[in-house]
């Protein structure tokens, strides 16, 4: 498993989705699935940024790893800001219009339409999410 630790600011985005996605690219993934894992690396980075440290800055970790039989990637996003489950929350009703929708909720609801698997715990004071998705 490889691991990149970097300062959960927005900024960083491009780093987190180069080191998951030159690696899809060297394994021959489809374009698809590389497609759907830039929107769940910017949607759980942009997250963690955004929401996990309030007023001051922490890091992320983002370890990813292969399986070769079937194919897939494995992620985790690990972070040591409040806690918080985004699983817990119920998915946005998308029959609505978007005006007529409460805000917040859309990002997780697209991470877990794009993800085959999804797994939150919460470990040693650390938030830890793990999404693997088959190619």
Known sequence: MEKLTIDAKLENLTSVTEFVID????????????MQMELVIEELFVNVAS??????????????SFDDEPRAINLIFIDSGTPY?????????????????????LGIFLVKKNVDEIFYRREEEKNILTVKKFF
Do not use: F, W
């Open 51 to 64: 929401y996990a440290y309030k007023d001051s800055v922490g890091t992320v970790t983002v370890c990813r």
């Open 85 to 105: 489950n985004p699983l817990e929350h119920k998915d946005p009703d998308t029959s609505l219009g978007a005006e007529e929708r409460q805000i917040g909720g």
């Open 23 to 34: 690696a899809l690219e060297s394994r021959d993934c489809p374009m698809k699935v590389t």
